[in-house]
């Protein structure tokens, strides 16, 4: 992992790094403990690369999907994905243009308190959620062993945001509308 992510010289270096590892070509990623994307991610890998590979470089992501979970209760999870895009180019313009024209939800990071957007319910009760205030040291935990450049071009220059599906348990518009902004 180490070298591939430490000779990382800028936010686009990163994407490709991601695209890679997502595709099984890198063994690890900085701030991910395990080894691989969880399995109800599968499908969604060509999808990340892509965005990657464009510039939005995922860190986390998860599929629409509603029904009966490894524990008999009800689950309900809604397709969202989070990461960074940098502010220099038009994809950043592009991401929030589709998101918006799809319907789709967009977070950004702030400094600023916001209420969490619930992303996973079981029984109806949240489980997990995202909100637009991050801890200080985030990019610091969560790109720990990249290049330096890369880190300070990302710190300077990376945009982060989640966008997300409103709509429980779909999955077919959020993948669709953020590969049409990267084409």
């Known amino acids: 992992m180490a070298s591939a992510w430490r000779k990382a010289q800028s936010i686009g270096d990163l994407g490709h790094n ?10 690890a990623r900085p701030g991910y403990l395990d080894s691989r994307p ?4 599968a499908h969604l890998v060509p999808t990340l690369a892509i965005l990657n590979r464009a510039g939005f470089v995922t860190v986390d992501s998860q599929p629409g ?6 524990d008999g209760a009800h ?7 989070e990461g960074y895009i940098d502010d220099r180019g038009p994809l950043l313009k592009q991401v929030l243009r589709a998101a918006d ?9 702030s400094r600023k308190p916001a209420a969490p957007v619930p992303f996973t319910d079981r029984d109806g ?3 997990a959620g995202i909100t637009t205030k991050y801890p ?3 990019l610091a935990r969560e790109w720990d062993g990249i290049g330096r450049r890369a880190f300070r071009d990302l710190r300077a220059h990376g945009v982060h945001l989640a966008v997300y599906d409103p709509t429980w348990g779909r999955d077919d518009r959020l993948w669709p509308a953020l590969i049409g902004a990267v084409r």
Do not use: F, H, S
């Open 136 to 138: 200080r040291n985030l």
């Open 65 to 70: 999907m509603e029904g009966p979970g490894y």
């Open 38 to 41: 969880d399995a109800e991610t």
């Open 18 to 27: 991601m695209a890679d590892w997502l595709e099984g070509r890198i063994p």
């Open 101 to 109: 024209a799809a319907g789709m939800g967009v977070i950004r990071a």
């Open 125 to 127: 009760q949240p489980t």
């Open 75 to 81: 689950w309900r999870q809604k397709a969202y994905v």
